[in-house]
C-alpha cells in the first residue's frame, strides 16, 4: 500500500512539474513596436556658441617645480599584503607594475629578496631614474623568468 501511495505522488509530482514546465511559468511582455513614419524627421540646427577664452595666468618656474614635487611621493610605508609589484603598480608611484626594480635597488639596505618585504617598511621611491634605468628594469623585471626563491644574483 505504501509504494502505491510513494508511486502515486512521485507521479503526481511529476505531472505538476511537466504541466508547469511546458506551459512556462515565466512570462515575458510582447516587445512594444514603435510607429513607423514615412516622413523624414527634420531636426532644426543650431548655430555654434563661440566661446572667448582667456588665457591662463603664467607662473614662474620656481612655482611649478614646487607644486609637482610636492604631489610626488617619494616614500612608501608598505601595507600588509604589498609586493613590489603591486607597490610599482599604483598610480601614485609608477603606474607599471615592471617597474618593480628600481624599488628593489633603491633599497636594497633593507630589502635582501625582493619577493620578501614586511608592513610597515619605509621604502624610498626613486624618482629622477633615466629612461634608460627605466628601461633596464623593465627588462629585468619581464625577463627573470618564473617566480622561484631569490637567489641574490
Not at 13 to 41: D, K, M, N, R
Request: proline share 8%; aromatic share 8%.
Amino acid at each position: 500500500m505504501k509504494s502505491r501511495l510513494g508511486s502515486a505522488i512521485t507521479y503526481s509530482a511529476l505531472v505538476i512539474f511537466l504541466a508547469v514546465y511546458s506551459t512556462g511559468c515565466q512570462q515575458s511582455t510582447p516587445p512594444v513596436e514603435e510607429p513607423v513614419t514615412s516622413e523624414p524627421v527634420v531636426v532644426p540646427k543650431e548655430e555654434p556658441v563661440v566661446k572667448k577664452v582667456e588665457p591662463a595666468p603664467v607662473q614662474a618656474a620656481e612655482e611649478v617645480v614646487e607644486t609637482e614635487s610636492s604631489s610626488v611621493t617619494t616614500t612608501h610605508t608598505v601595507q600588509n599584503g604589498e609586493c613590489l609589484w603591486t607597490i610599482s603598480e599604483s598610480a601614485d608611484i609608477y603606474d607599471d607594475p615592471f617597474q618593480w626594480p628600481l624599488i628593489y635597488k633603491a633599497n636594497r639596505g633593507q630589502i635582501k629578496d625582493p619577493d620578501l618585504i614586511y608592513a610597515d617598511q619605509e621604502l624610498d621611491i626613486p624618482r629622477d631614474s633615466s629612461q634608460s634605468e627605466i628601461d633596464d628594469a623593465v627588462h629585468e623585471a619581464k625577463t627573470r623568468g618564473p617566480w622561484s626563491l631569490w637567489d641574490g644574483k
